[in-house]
């Protein structure tokens, strides 16, 4: 098969699609370009990024994306992080059991690797149920979802540890504490979301935000359920992704035997929740 194969751009992505559906082409390439003798490919795929090892380059206003080309090694790189993500949550279960072990590390073979990425999994809830994807694209855009909710998560933690949290009154969360916010905005909007319900912005929005009753957390002694930043830190660990638990514990402080095993480290910090002082960092 000629290099152009796997040189030539690929054809203009749909940023409306589903991440999954628009990573499709990119990991068949990969994939293709794995189980041939080509020496470089060309991916529109950003390696800098921090969502995930397949994070596709910005397309133009008709779709296109910048390309860069990437070495044989490199392609196998990428490819490992890959079936590292799909190999644990928040992949699905199906997608996790069809993983063998020796598919994962740096050992694995070119010849596994490409097993992994002609997966199919068919998702049975949400925008793409009963719609069969390419496992590997599904498991990058659950990472990806999980890689920006912890980031969110670490910011707000950020800002309770350094004091500038706001609260909205009223507003509370499903264990029936005030719910916390990063800025006066954002706990605003919460407060008139729950006073004029989720269309609240299409009749006088200024004024809604202007009478909207909240408060910094340096004033909230007293008040209902604020709860300790701790607490909520500590929260987010049986969600995260094990590779970022073992490196939060290696960071706080554990020693090896710690933070080499996930288990043990979530319970390290479940331990004395103090420990994850100064590692729950906004990114």
Not at 58 to 65: E, H, I, L, R, V
Not at 172 to 199: F, I, Q
Not at 238 to 247: F, I, N
Request: net charge positive.
């Amino acid at each position: 098969m000629s290099q152009d194969t796997y040189t030539a751009p690929l054809p203009a992505i749909d940023r409306q699609a589903p991440f999954a559906v628009q990573a499709a082409p990119v990991l068949e390439r990969m994939r293709a370009f794995l189980g041939s003798r080509a020496k470089s490919c060309a991916l529109p795929v950003n390696t800098e990024a921090t969502r995930s090892p397949l994070e596709l380059t910005p397309s133009a206003k008709d779709g296109t994306q910048a390309h860069k080309t990437f070495t044989r090694n490199e392609v196998v790189a990428i490819t490992r992080e890959v079936v590292a993500i799909m190999s644990d949550k928040p992949s699905p279960a199906a997608v996790r059991d069809s993983v063998p072990s020796y598919w994962v590390g740096n050992r694995a073979k070119v010849s596994d690797l490409v097993k992994a990425l002609e997966l199919t999994y068919t998702p049975t809830k949400g925008r793409n149920a009963d719609v069969e994807l390419n496992a590997a694209g599904h498991c990058l855009a659950a990472y990806r979802r999980e890689t920006a909710r912890m980031a969110k998560a670490n910011k707000l933690t950020a800002t309770l540890k350094a004091g500038k949290g706001w609260f909205a009154e009223g507003v509370v969360d499903n264990k029936g504490e005030a719910r916390p916010y990063t800025s006066e905005k954002k706990a605003r909007k919460a407060w008139c979301r729950l006073t004029h319900g989720d269309e609240w912005f299409t009749t006088d929005k200024a004024d809604r935000l202007a009478a909207a009753v909240v408060y910094q957390q340096g004033d909230s002694v007293g008040k209902r359920g604020q709860g300790k930043v701790s607490r909520f830190a500590a929260a987010t660990l049986d969600d995260m992704h094990h590779a970022t638990v073992r490196s939060l514990a290696k960071k706080a402080g554990a020693p090896k035997r710690v933070f080499s095993n996930t288990n043990k480290a979530r319970q390290w910090f479940s331990d004395d929740v103090t420990r994850l002082e100064g590692v729950m960092n906004a990114e």
